[in-house]
């Protein structure tokens, strides 16, 4: 979980590591795969809830930037794919990412995302 949150906090996503406890629970609630090398370091992770037969939503993806681009988020995609073959996968993407994800051929829907604010 520590990778996980120093991942997230290289990447900005500031409310995941604000709130570590809730997002340890959201990773233990979800369907969560790690990418590690050889000596257990965190390349990168995927998190996804599913119906199991309709969709699969992918939560985040996040590879270190070190290693993006050699096929790491590719194969936790495809992980999912293989796992839930009859689920169509829907996500949000940044700007940043909208590229990679068309080269997975993802295609453009419209959508919107609210935060309750305490």
Not at 13 to 28: G, I, P, Q, S
Request: glycine share 6%.
């Amino acid at each position: 979980m520590d990778q996980i949150n120093e991942l997230n906090e290289q990447e900005g996503w500031d409310n995941l590591v604000a709130e570590k406890e809730n997002y340890l629970k959201a990773l233990e609630n979800s369907i969560t795969i790690v990418a590690v090398d050889n000596n257990d370091n965190v390349l990168g992770y995927i998190r996804a809830l599913t119906d199991g037969y309709v969709t699969l939503f992918v939560c985040e993806l996040l590879i270190i930037k070190q290693k993006r681009g050699e096929g790491i988020g590719k194969l936790l995609i495809n992980d999912l794919h293989i796992k839930y073959p009859h689920t169509r996968i829907d996500l949000l993407a940044t700007k940043q990412s909208s590229k990679f994800h068309e080269k997975q051929n993802f295609r453009t829907f419209y959508g919107y995302r609210k935060n309750l604010k305490y």
